[in-house]
């Protein structure tokens, strides 16, 4: 989608410090980290959020997940645990209209989150 940052990441005309991706999905390392690590994964294809996701997308929603679980062992999160995030609209602080998925780990998160 034109002006969308997260497209312009997949186009690779904005940089990005890539960790993973294949035919369906790219992650990257978050540039403003809330975390020891912390990575995002984006489906390919622009979905502005899982509120506007369809049952069309019921595959690559799935990839995003198996991705996140790639990258969180890729990253060295597979043994303490780790968070995966989907921020949904205003009430969540969606900041980027493009679903991603955060990849949150390397210290212990509070429950309920903020
Ligand atoms: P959210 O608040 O859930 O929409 O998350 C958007 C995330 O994108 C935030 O954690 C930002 O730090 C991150 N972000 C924004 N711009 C970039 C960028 N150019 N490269 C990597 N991460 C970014
Ligand atoms: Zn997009």
Request: proline share 8%; net charge neutral.
């Amino acid at each position: 989608m034109p002006g969308c940052l997260f497209c312009n990441i997949v186009a690779k005309s904005t940089p990005a410090q890539i960790v993973f991706e294949n035919d369906h999905v790219l992650a990257f390392k978050d540039i403003r980290p809330v975390a020891p690590v912390h990575a995002l994964v984006i489906p390919r294809q622009h979905i502005t959020g899982i509120h506007e996701a369809t049952p069309a997308d019921v595959e690559v929603l799935g990839r995003v997940l198996l991705a996140a679980r790639d990258v969180a062992e890729q990253l060295g999160l597979a043994e303490g645990g780790y968070r995966l995030v989907v921020n949904q609209g205003k009430n969540a602080g969606q900041s980027v209209l493009h679903l991603h998925c955060h990849v949150l780990g390397g210290r212990p998160m509070a429950w309920p989150p903020g």
